[in-house]
């Protein structure tokens, strides 16, 4: 088997960083795509609404996040609060439960 393509008929992606170089629409013939989730703070929807904290989410379609928060930013304690997919490039995050922590910190990672 060595030398044959390891993807082959895989459900595989590729997910790559921006500011990375050299990658095309494949990598060993599986779709390569852009990973690139980023928090909107300047939009009217970031902030506290309606008894929850939330922001819009925006990068490309149809990739996959997982939002986390901790009370503490260099804390080693982060705990998942949504996975979702970036439908159509854009979702709204919300936390229901921000009003309980003295402070709270978001960040988003790859599942």
Request: contains cysteine; hydrophobic residues 35%.
């Amino acid at each position: 088997m060595f030398g044959e393509d390891i993807f082959h008929n895989s459900p595989a992606t590729a997910y790559y960083l921006p500011g990375t170089t050299g990658w095309g629409a494949t990598y060993a013939n599986i779709p390569a795509v852009l990973w690139n989730p980023q928090a909107q703070t300047t939009d009217k929807n970031f902030g506290v609404r309606e008894n929850r904290f939330g922001f819009n989410i925006i990068g490309t379609a149809d990739i996959p996040i997982v939002v986390e928060a901790s009370t503490s930013l260099p804390g080693q304690t982060w705990s998942s609060l949504q996975n979702c997919t970036l439908t159509n490039g854009l979702i709204y995050f919300n936390d229901t439960q921000w009003a309980n922590y003295p402070s709270r910190f978001y960040r988003i990672r790859s599942p």
